[in-house]
């Protein structure tokens, strides 16, 4: 079992600036890709920004140059540093994890998310 905690959510002004922050524990053999995804009300989840163990990442076209991700592999946690927030960018955001056990099963982890609010 691995557990998501997510930290970093609240209020701020467009404009503004937030950092989330997601620590993975539990039975962690190895962890492939972590990453951030968000959904706003009355629409579907969506992705938001991952990063994979080699460091490579992708970012969704809408936060791309604004939002960066980033990893610490040691303490298995992930965050997403978001400047220039929109109103837009208002949602619940929520850690995701995949990796594996050490007979190479594979696990895939929600956090229970965090709330961003951008106000105007």
């Known amino acids: 079992q691995v557990q998501l905690v997510e930290s970093g959510g609240g209020l701020v002004q467009a404009g503004g600036s937030l950092r989330l922050s997601c620590a993975a524990s539990g039975s962690i053999f190895g962890i492939n890709v972590m990453g951030w995804y968000r959904q706003a009300p009355g629409k579907q989840r969506e992705l938001v920004a991952v990063?994979?163990?080699?460091?490579?990442?992708n970012y969704a076209d809408s936060v791309k140059g604004r939002f960066t991700v980033s990893r610490d592999n040691a303490k298995n946690t992930v965050y997403l540093q978001m400047n220039s927030l929109k109103p837009e960018d208002t949602a619940v955001y929520y850690c995701n994890a995949k990796g594996w056990n050490s007979d190479f099963s594979e696990w895939d982890y929600w956090g229970k998310g965090t709330l961003v609010t951008v106000s105007s």
């Open positions: 990063i994979f163990h080699g460091a490579s990442t």
